[in-house]
């Protein structure tokens, strides 16, 4: 399974739909990372092949997202993304955390055992 590509339209219905609840309600049904990102984003090429062996290693547990911030800027504005790449963990059961900056594959597999509760694949 591919990284998948948010629109705002998927972003309301598979995470978060911002316009109708003003305190967080996550909407998927597994553990997800979202990248927001630009396409003349050096740091952001960097990470994009790690989100995709994420994709693939974490495939059935964790949902890998990206959100292109030039196409989807109202996204961007509303999590007040400044610099990218911004990279938003969101468990199940608690709030979003975000991380700026290119992250080594490690950092994430971290993230997703300690945040989120599920083992690094082997």
């Avoid at 597994?30 to 952001?44: E, L, V």
């Avoid at 292109?68 to 007040?80: H, I, K, N, R």
Wanted: aromatic residues 12%; contains cysteine; charged residues 25%.
């Amino acid at each position: 399974m591919a990284t998948e590509h948010l629109t705002k339209a998927t972003f309301l219905e598979k995470v978060f739909d911002y316009e109708n609840n003003t305190e967080w309600k996550f909407q998927g049904d597994k553990p997800c990372i979202i990248d927001f990102y630009a396409d003349w984003c050096g740091p952001c090429k960097m990470v994009a092949p790690v989100m995709e062996e994420l994709s693939e290693e974490y495939a059935g547990e964790v949902d890998i997202y990206k959100i292109d911030t030039e196409a989807e800027q109202e996204l961007a504005a509303v999590f007040g993304i400044r610099s990218i790449p911004s990279i938003l963990f969101v468990p199940m059961d608690d709030k979003p955390q975000m991380a700026m900056g290119a992250l080594p594959k490690n950092t994430f597999q971290e993230v997703i055992r300690d945040k989120f509760g599920v083992a690094v694949p082997n």
